[in-house]
């Protein structure tokens, strides 16, 4: 059973917010990022303004994906993880 887009979108700021706070994360949290991204993407329903954020948080993933040292590069994101889950939260 799919899970909603109001659940899909906090999964999402859950995982950014971890990353953000813990400065580290996994590839199995990237590739999660990418999924849900993509899913929610695809929504017809999904606000307008949501899409810029959505498009950054996949390639931050995808480079999360293929970084040699991902908690460095979640540590550079630091910044941009923060504003994302601020931006998710002013546009629900």
Request: aromatic share 2%; with cysteine; glycine share 2%.
């Amino acid at each position: 059973m799919p899970i909603s887009q109001k659940d899909q979108l906090s999964l999402l700021q859950d995982i950014l917010t971890n990353h953000s706070s813990d400065a580290c994360g996994s590839v199995s949290e990237c590739e999660q990022l990418e999924r849900l991204v993509q899913s929610l993407m695809l929504q017809n329903d999904l606000q307008e303004d949501m899409l810029p954020i959505l498009e950054e948080v996949h390639k931050y993933s995808q480079d999360g994906m293929q970084a040699k040292n991902l908690n460095t590069h979640i540590e550079a994101s630091k910044q941009n993880l923060s504003q994302w889950v601020d931006d998710m939260i002013q546009l629900l």
